[in-house]
């Protein structure tokens, strides 16, 4: 069965404190892994999708990294708007468009 | 453009008690998407369709959960008779043509089962 980590469960930083997320996953096959953003009260917002081992993709303070066996989340120079529960997911390989496994995701606090 | 709208927004109901939830997709949307998250998990996706049809249903517990989308735009999410473990928040998502690429969330509904 497929199987996604996040980790940490939470992180707090500092504003302008760099840090990464961790993001494992054991699946047959990778289709894609995809990154989202969730705030309080509201449904996941797509952030990044990742399709093969060495692919980073960048969106201003976020950039998003792939392996054959994690994803990173970098965040550099974070803000307080930064602040959110970040979810990755994978879409194992499959004869169908087959449906995204979550991870529990890690709160990110940052603190001005 | 007008996001995913869902309603109620918040629902508290006792154990053995139904419940409905409804989702109005993003125009033009064909895909529509169930999703359950429970407090420090992430979704879990319920059932599937495409237009009025079901592509994936496989993680729906059907002896208490139905859903339909009967014109292929809006939907309704049931259970019946609703437990305790079924306390979570219900997201619906659309997307245009069924990529994960383009799917975009509504803010969920907030289900407390006593």
């Known amino acids: 069965e497929d199987q996604v980590t996040q980790s940490p469960e939470a992180l707090r930083l500092q504003e302008g404190e760099s840090s990464s997320l961790n993001c494992s996953y054991t699946v047959s096959g990778l289709r894609g892994l995809f990154w989202y953003r969730q705030d309080p009260g509201k449904g996941p917002e797509f952030l990044f999708t990742l399709y093969s081992a060495g692919e980073e993709k960048e969106k201003e303070r976020l950039k998003a990294t792939l392996t054959k066996k994690e994803s990173f989340l970098h965040i550099t120079a974070p803000k307080p708007e930064d602040s959110a529960t970040y979810l990755c997911?994978?879409?194992?390989?499959?004869?169908?468009?087959?449906?995204?496994?979550f991870g529990t995701g890690t709160r990110l606090t940052i603190i001005p | 453009e007008a996001g995913v709208a869902q309603s109620p927004r918040y629902k508290i109901i006792e154990k053995r008690q139904s419940v409905a939830f409804w989702c109005n997709p993003i125009s033009g949307h064909a895909t529509l998407y169930w999703y359950q998250q429970i407090l420090g998990q992430g979704p879990k996706l319920l059932i599937q369709f495409q237009n009025n049809g079901v592509v994936d249903d496989s993680q729906l517990p059907k002896d208490r959960f139905s859903a339909e989308r009967l014109k292929g735009v809006d939907s309704t999410l049931k259970i019946q008779p609703a437990k305790l473990e079924d306390s979570a928040v219900y997201l619906c998502?659309?997307?245009?043509?069924?990529?994960?690429?383009?799917?975009?969330f509504g803010p969920g509904t907030r289900l407390t089962v006593t």
């Open positions: 997911a994978v879409q194992e390989t499959g004869f169908g468009n087959e449906k995204l496994t």
């Open positions: 998502a659309s997307s245009f043509d069924g990529s994960y690429l383009e799917q975009y």
